[in-house]
């Protein structure tokens, strides 16, 4: 399951790389569709939802509108990820519960179920394999997971360096 935070979150289609990377430490992150920030913005009220987003308009109307709202600046991914889970204080880690790609839970399979998804060479070399339902997504502890794992401890150092003893200069009202 994604962390448990005091509330949802979603991201707008600008921060999808941002969301989708969220979700890999274990941080449930929605990405509706919504192009008209009108109606993203009102998906964010409704839910009671975080709204992330890089659009400063956005996220001054949003603001306006009792909608909480934390601005993300342009800047490289792991300074964007230790703002964001600093600011909402949030613990991120390697995570194989929750689909990188559409938030839903993953189950675990057997190799030979995934065997239906992947190479047979795949499904001989490992043996944990996730498979999201509603994507039809399989994942595996792969290659991958080297980079992952290197990108999380950059984002906690980055948190650590920047950030050590202060409040996040989030801008979440």
């Given at each position: 399951?994604p962390?448990?935070?005091?509330?949802?979150?979603?991201?707008?289609?600008?921060?999808?790389k941002?969301?989708?990377?969220?979700?890999l430490?274990?941080?449930?992150?929605?990405?509706?569709?919504?192009?008209?920030?009108?109606?993203?913005?009102?998906?964010?009220?409704?839910?009671?939802?975080?709204?992330?987003?890089?659009?400063?308009?956005?996220h001054?109307?949003?603001?306006?509108?009792?909608?909480?709202?934390?601005l993300?600046?342009?800047?490289?991914?792991?300074?964007?990820?230790?703002?964001?889970?600093?600011?909402?204080?949030?613990?991120?880690r390697?995570?194989?519960?929750?689909?990188?790609?559409c938030?839903?839970?993953?189950?675990?399979?057997?190799?030979?179920?995934?065997?239906?998804?992947?190479?047979?060479?795949?499904?001989?070399?490992?043996?944990a394999?996730?498979?999201?339902?509603k994507?039809?997504?399989?994942?595996?502890?792969?290659?991958?997971?080297?980079?992952?794992?290197?990108?999380?401890?950059?984002?906690?150092s980055?948190?650590?360096?920047?950030?050590?003893?202060?409040?996040?200069?989030?801008?979440?009202?």
């Amino acid at each position: 399951m994604p962390e448990k935070t005091a509330t949802r979150i979603v991201a707008d289609v600008m921060l999808a790389k941002l969301a989708r990377w969220l979700r890999l430490f274990g941080i449930g992150v929605e990405n509706p569709r919504y192009t008209d920030d009108y109606k993203l913005m009102m998906y964010a009220k409704r839910t009671r939802s975080i709204l992330l987003t890089s659009d400063r308009a956005l996220h001054a109307r949003s603001v306006k509108n009792g909608v909480r709202s934390l601005l993300v600046e342009n800047a490289p991914l792991e300074a964007q990820l230790a703002y964001v889970t600093g600011s909402l204080r949030l613990s991120p880690r390697i995570d194989e519960k929750i689909c990188p790609v559409c938030n839903s839970p993953l189950r675990k399979i057997s190799a030979e179920s995934a065997s239906r998804y992947t190479t047979k060479k795949i499904a001989e070399e490992y043996d944990a394999f996730y498979y999201c339902r509603k994507c039809g997504k399989v994942y595996w502890r792969g290659s991958h997971l080297k980079n992952i794992e290197a990108t999380l401890k950059r984002v906690l150092s980055y948190r650590k360096s920047h950030y050590t003893g202060l409040p996040f200069p989030a801008r979440i009202r």
